[in-house]
Structure formats: structure tokens, C-alpha cells
């Protein structure tokens, strides 16, 4: 029987890092979680690269169990589409290093229209860190690349915070699956709601 040593250890680095976020759900992490309930707006989530890719997944999971949000791309805000942003909006924004640049640069534009802002970061001492309201630490030991260098264990990390993050507002709004069937009307997800009610 062949074997794939390299993919193994891989699954498992990648499974201890979202292991590893268990201690991250501290008071920020709480904190968040009544912002985003009490949002009457919606969840903003934005990113660049393998971050942004994440963010758009959390950002469609949000929308499937009941929280309103989209995806906004850092540099398009820059060239007009922060006019998409509303009074009551949250943002969420994900940068593992927390010193990528169109994030940097967006971040002072964003405080001067009051939004109030989440950072999911695995960095402590980056700048968007020091320029949030609040922040999820999703630091991991290491990355799964034999190099420790391409973003895997730190995206798979931001993964599962924002899907820990959707499902306990969920819960907490207690969204029922009547409404849920409502939201996938097609599709085996659609169905299996359907047999639930």
C-alpha cells in the first residue's frame, strides 16, 4: 500500500492548527460575536490573497445561516466601492501578517467614516492590530508548506474562526431552519433542510 507521508503530515499540521484556536476564544472573540448579533447592517469582510479567498468563503457561510454580509476587495474600495459601505456596517477584515498594504492604506479611510472594525490576525504587534476595535488572534506555530512559507495551517485557522464566528450568531439570533430552508431553496443543502422541517 503506498503511502503519502508528506500529504499525512500535512492534514495533521494543518488539524493542529485549527486545534490551536481553541485558546483563542477569549473576550475579543465574545465580544465580536454580540457586535455582529446586534449588527443591523452587514457583516463587511475583506482580505487580499489566500486571505481574501477566506473571507469570501466566511463571508457566504455568514450569509447562508442568516447574517447579512459581503465581500468587499480592498483595492476596489480604494477606486469607489467603499460607497457600497452603510451606516450600520461592521467590518471584518483578514490579514494573517496584518501588514499587507491595500489594507494599510484602506484603514485610516474607514476609521474616518466610523466603521467599526474586527481584525482576524495571527500577528500581534502588526498595524492592523493597533487600528482595530477588535481583534481575533488566529496565530499558528506553523505553517503545513515543508518551507513554512505558502499560507495553509493560517488560512485553514482564519477558516474555522469564521465559521465558529457564523455559527454561534446563529445560534445566538436563533435562526430556525424554516428560514434556513428559505435561503437554500435548491441543491442537496436545500433539500436536506426541507426533510427537517
Not at 479611510?109 to 488566529?138: E, F, Q, V
Request: proline share 4%.
Amino acid at each position: 500500500m503506498r503511502k503519502f507521508k508528506l500529504a499525512e503530515k500535512i492534514i495533521e499540521l494543518e488539524a493542529q492548527a485549527i486545534k490551536e484556536q481553541v485558546r483563542h476564544l477569549d473576550s475579543n472573540f465574545n465580544n465580536v460575536i454580540y457586535m455582529i448579533k446586534k449588527c443591523t447592517g452587514h457583516v463587511v469582510i475583506m482580505g487580499i490573497g489566500k486571505s481574501g479567498l477566506v473571507g469570501k468563503k466566511i463571508s457566504a457561510t455568514m450569509s447562508s445561516v442568516g447574517i447579512p454580509s459581503i465581500f468587499l476587495h480592498p483595492t476596489e474600495c480604494l477606486h469607489g466601492d467603499l460607497g457600497t459601505f452603510m451606516k450600520n456596517d461592521i467590518v471584518i477584515i483578514l490579514s494573517y501578517s496584518g501588514e499587507t498594504e491595500e489594507i494599510k492604506n484602506i484603514l485610516p479611510i474607514l476609521r474616518k467614516m466610523k466603521m467599526k472594525i474586527i481584525a482576524i490576525t495571527g500577528h500581534p504587534n502588526a498595524s492592523i492590530w493597533h487600528n482595530s476595535d477588535y481583534i481575533i488572534n488566529c496565530y499558528v506555530t506553523k505553517e503545513a508548506c515543508p518551507h513554512n512559507f505558502t499560507p495553509t495551517s493560517s488560512t485553514i485557522a482564519m477558516l474555522a474562526m469564521g465559521d465558529a464566528l457564523a455559527i454561534t450568531v446563529s445560534n445566538l439570533k436563533k435562526i430556525k431552519v424554516e428560514y434556513l430552508s428559505l435561503l437554500h431553496p435548491s441543491g442537496a443543502v436545500g433539500k436536506k433542510l426541507i426533510q427537517k422541517k
